[in-house]
């Protein structure tokens, strides 16, 4: 069975400081990644996907992931956050049954100004 | 504009009275699927559906029925609702099954 755990339930970071979200997934092949964001009161938005090739993957609003096979983990990082990037942060992964997507609880963003 | 759309938004509801939360895409996707989104569960997969006709449940499936007659609609039915299942639910999309979701804006049901 494939799962993905967030350790971060909520982070807070200093507006222009860099940020690190921690992902670590189950999956016994190469697994699919994603990373979305929920601003309040919102649908989801993909941020970023890895499926292979390049281990380190960009994506919208300046965020780019690195996947790192050894230990398990997507972590998702942006140089300089924003005010605008407080939000909640999704971590997820697919398999080969396409259809069936699995989340992480997800990780709140505090930005401090 | 591409988009995925949910009705209604908000709902609120009596124990065992049943409804239907439509869900409907834009982007001639193959892909659709529910979630529900509980505070500290992050999203569960409820049902999801690979084409027209094909569905399959996903990990919280209990008290819950879809269809896919159309590939734009995709239902989710909830026949005798319980005060468990208040919750906010997202409806998704994808094109190949391997790419990311586009997400519905969410439907916040309550059952009392």
């Known amino acids: 069975a494939q799962s993905v755990t967030q350790p971060d339930i909520h982070i807070t970071v200093s507006e222009g400081a860099s940020l690190e979200l921690r992902c670590n997934y189950s999956?016994?092949?190469?697994?699919?990644l994603f990373w979305y964001v929920q601003s309040p009161g919102q649908g989801l938005q993909l941020l970023l996907k890895y499926f292979s090739g390049d281990t380190l993957v960009q994506g919208i609003k300046g965020f780019e992931a690195e996947f790192k096979r050894s230990q398990s983990s997507f972590n998702l990082r942006k140089p300089s956050v924003h005010w605008s990037d407080a939000a909640e942060y999704f971590c997820a992964v697919k398999g080969t049954n396409a259809g069936k997507s699995t989340f992480g609880d997800g990780t709140t963003l505090t930005v401090k100004p | 504009e591409a988009q995925v759309t949910q009705n209604p938004r908000y709902l609120i509801t009596v124990t065992g009275k049943k409804l239907t939360v439509t869900c409907s895409q834009n982007?001639?996707?193959?892909?659709m699927s529910w979630y529900r989104q509980d505070p500290g569960l992050g999203l569960r997969q409820i049902y999801y559906?690979?084409?027209?006709?094909?569905?399959d449940k996903g990990d919280v499936p209990e008290g819950y029925k879809v269809s896919r007659k159309e590939k734009r609609n995709f239902p989710l039915i909830l026949e005798s609702p319980s005060p468990n299942q208040t919750s906010l639910y997202f409806c998704?999309?994808?094109?190949?099954?391997?790419?990311?979701?586009?997400f519905g804006s969410g439907t916040r049901l309550t059952v009392v």
């Open positions: 999956y016994g092949a190469t697994p699919y």
């Open positions: 982007m001639n996707h193959e892909y």
């Open positions: 998704a999309s994808s094109d190949r099954g391997l790419d990311g979701y586009t």
């Open positions: 559906s690979m084409n027209v006709e094909v569905t």
